[in-house]
């Protein structure tokens, strides 16, 4: 777990209690949550390692509790989030349905890939799906175009129904806020659509930013928010910018989206990319090899949207063409992505032989050497296999940057460790860590 992780879910945690040799119960280690998206989030992610850790240090098993801060150990009043009553039918046009259908079934949480970008704003959505209305209200989630800022709203609308069938639950992007509300003036039907948003039990707006500078429509959805609000109702926002630089939106309305929790939504890394294309590749039934996941994740950093539509295009070439999916191919089948997705500076096969060299501990000429020890050939294979995936040398001139060898020891090498991230787990997360340390050191120097 890294240092980031750490201070954000575990700093905030406390030890309450240890207990040991009571009749009739386990030893345990009880601890104490703020809240329950950190409570939940342990208990999903840490629980069973902690438990796992004391048994080493103790020999012997200890069982965590969780407890929440200021609870009493007592459930969150339920009175908070009623599903509303019955309420008067408007007329059509005005007359939605409410139900789970307005939602992507397949944007759930469980198809949502998290990592270290999202993590929070993902705990933050389950929480709120879970205890609508309560303590996380409003839900501000914010991040570029294309992150998954619309996957988590909608999957964070089925989650409310499945905890709450008969809620009033709507889905709706701040654009057609707006053109509805400019309808119901122009009809002469502001009551229906007032009746519309202010009985609502949760409300998901996406994009709000296109509020900014709307006037009226602006002015109208400050007194949803506050009927809502005062009601106890849950709101949703999401937005590409955080509150703080929304300038062109009334004071009071940026005041109130920072009243509950702003969690933002950043680019994924490496590891969360390669993640997110087998996923994706799962989803859709795609047998894609593990090099060019990993060449694919390398290159497309822009956003998930990006590298989804990346995976797709290879998928219907490879299908298309009948021809084996190969970095090759897909280097130049994406090559318009790629040469837009190019904006770092190009990586050298210097910093490639650095970086591999530090990590096994070695210096790069004995990388360049005739040595065929393991400790010596297989980090030589791991550096030729990421200087012809990283870099667009051909494997001759790879060859000339390892004293001179020929191409063909440069194919078996890309082959031996293309078969290697195929079949050991071991083998991919390796090449992935150091394909960040390298990034990271193309960066940095």
Known sequence: MGIESYDLWFKPVKALSFSSDLPGK???????????????????????????????????????????????????????????????KPKEPYDPSFSVEQFNPKYTFETFVEGETNRFAKAAAEGVSKEPGTRFNPLFIYGDV???????????????????????????????????????????????????YRNLDCLLIDDIQFLMGKGRSEEEFFFTFNTLFDSKKQIVISSDRPPKEMGALQERLISRFEWGVVADVQPPDL????????KKAELEKIFVPEDVILFVASQVKSNIRELEGALIRIAAFASLMSAPLTVDAVRSTLKDILKKEDVDRPISIEIIQEV???????????????????????????????????????????????????????????EKVKAKLAESPFVSSLVNKITQEIKNENIED
């Not at 590891?271 to 087998?278: D, F, P």
């Not at 070695?362 to 550096?383: F, N, V």
């Open 26 to 88: 386990k030893d345990s280690l009880i601890l104490e949550a703020p809240n329950k998206i950190f409570s939940d989030w342990i208990k999903d992610h840490a629980k069973s390692n902690i438990e796992s850790y004391l048994k080493e240090m103790f020999s012997k098993e200890l069982e965590i509790e969780i407890v929440l801060a200021n609870d009493e150990l007592e459930p969150l009043p339920q009175t908070n989030f009623r599903e509303s009553p019955a309420i008067q």
């Open 146 to 196: 294309g992150l998954g800022k619309t996957h988590l709203m909608h999957a964070l609308g089925q989650a409310i129904f499945q905890h709450h069938p008969k809620s009033r639950v709507l889905y709706i992007s701040s654009e057609k806020f707006i053109n509805e509300f400019i309808n119901s003036l122009r009809f002469e039907r502001p009551a229906d659509f007032r009746n519309k």
């Open 271 to 278: 590891e969360t990319r390669i993640a997110i294309l087998r």
């Open 356 to 414: 591999v060299a530090k990590h096994f501990n070695l210096e790069i000429k004995e990388l360049k050497s005739k040595k065929r020890t393991d400790a010596i050939a297989w980090p030589r294979q791991i550096t030729m296999y990421l200087a012809r995936t990283l870099t667009d040398l051909s494997t001759t001139e790879i060859g000339n940057f390892f004293g001179g060898k020929d191409h063909t020891t440069v194919l078996h090498a890309c």
